[in-house]
């Protein structure tokens, strides 16, 4: 019986120390997402609407594998704020060299802010 009771109380914590990781780890994607529709907005001028849209795209993008490891390679980097900015551009780069998000992305723009983003990123 009190081996019952110990692998329950076990498994319950079990539960909520990987929720509140899974939390967390949601939490710094949306903060990263919304860094980066700051950048985005900043730099296209995007309307509330093409925000919103924005952030759902990023946060889809921001859980791939190759997003992971250079999340996860930031991690490891000095916290300071220049070193952030250039994490947040290199981030924002890495999600434009994605074809699927850049075509998504392009998407959501109107023709004066897609010329925009060609100009900042040379097509091929």
């Known amino acids: 019986m009190k081996k019952l009771l110990l ?3 076990l498994t319950f914590v079990g539960m909520q120390v990987s929720a509140q ?3 967390d780890s949601n939490s710094k994607l949306e903060k990263i997402a919304s860094e ?6 900043k730099k296209l001028n995007l309307n509330e609407k093409q925000q919103e849209l924005a952030t759902s795209l990023i ?27 250039k994490i947040m551009e290199l981030i924002n780069r890495a ?4 074809p699927i998000f850049d075509k998504e ?5 109107d023709e004066n802010q897609e010329q925009i983003l060609n100009k900042m990123i040379p097509r091929v």
Do not use: P
């Not at 999600?95 to 994605?98: K, Q, S, T």
């Open 7 to 9: 692998i329950i109380v």
């Open 95 to 98: 999600l434009l060299d994605e």
């Open 36 to 41: 980066q529709v700051a950048l985005f907005h």
């Open 59 to 85: 946060l889809e993008h921001l859980k791939t594998e190759k997003t992971q490891k250079l999340i996860g390679t930031s991690k490891s980097k000095s916290a300071s704020l220049e070193s952030d900015s």
């Open 105 to 109: 992305f392009t998407e959501i723009l």
């Open 21 to 23: 990781q899974t939390t």
